[in-house]
């Protein structure tokens, strides 16, 4: 009788043995790795860069936790119905991961490579960004389009978290033209930009998003942890 076999790049395991990314778990990855590096090679099959994994992991911090958002109270309000289940908690507030919070930075993605792709020569200063990030903002202007990853309901003067990662990527080497584009977007006129930027980074866009629901998670189990510590849930 043969064994049964699944095709995969992933994980494998046998009786004996727990292969990952074609390396043995305990000793080649295990206190070798971090979760950051993980992730990054288990998306893109290829291990980051000393720089590629400082922005990587810099992302996850910075969306690990915003405050009560609709994420952290769905998962609060869950735990409150649910005590006796802290996963189903946890995927409340996975799924309330969207277009407005977690799931721009997918939108934003696809609107940075789907500008970059329209030009056959990258622009190489900032009269030549300027201009490229004109045409694409006045475009999805006149398609009734916003344009995805610029402005916030809360940090209303500029998000915080911002300046720090791209002076991370600076550093680090990472600084590429999505970036740069990105930068020339958000320094546009508002006799041009308008109103069109009022909504809060490969070709994984769908991943990009997944990233910032892997980053929240520990924050939306911190956050059931707290509602239990604060009484804020019922006893079970």
């Known amino acids: ?49 000393r720089g590629q994994a400082h922005v990587f992991e810099a992302v996850l911090v910075a969306l690990a936790d915003h405050g009560f958002t ?6 609060r309000l869950t735990y409150l119905s649910a005590p006796d289940a802290i996963q189903g908690a946890l995927a409340a507030g996975l799924l309330g991961g969207g277009s407005r919070f977690l799931g721009v930075s997918e939108d934003t993605g696809e609107f940075l490579a789907e500008t970059l792709a329209t030009v056959d020569t990258l622009p190489v200063d900032d009269p ?31 998000d915080p978290r ?31 930009a308008d109103l069109t930027l009022i909504d809060p980074l490969g070709p994984h866009h769908a991943a990009i998003a997944m990233l910032g629901a892997d980053g929240r998670a520990a924050a939306t189990v911190a956050a059931v942890l707290e509602s239990e510590r604060l009484a804020l849930a019922l006893p079970h």
């Not at 292969?19 to 778990?25: K, M, N, S, W």
């Not at 609709?70 to 998962?75: E, F, N, Q, R």
């Open 1 to 49: 009788m043969t064994d049964l076999q699944f095709p995969t790049s992933l994980g494998i395991s046998t009786p004996d043995t727990i292969t990952l990314l074609g390396r043995d778990l305990p000793s080649q990855l295990l206190g070798k790795i971090s979760f950051g590096e993980l992730a990054y090679q288990l998306i893109t099959l290829r291990p980051p860069s």
């Open 70 to 75: 609709p994420t952290a109270i769905a998962a």
């Open 128 to 158: 030549g960004w300027d201009a490229l990030a004109t045409a694409a903002v006045e475009g999805r202007r006149d398609a009734g389009a916003y344009v995805p990853g610029l402005g916030h309901h809360l940090h209303k003067s500029g």
């Open 162 to 192: 911002t300046a720090v990662i791209i002076e991370i990527a600076r550093e680090e080497g990472q600084y590429g033209p999505h970036l740069a584009l990105f930068e020339a977007v958000a320094v546009l006129p508002l006799d041009i």
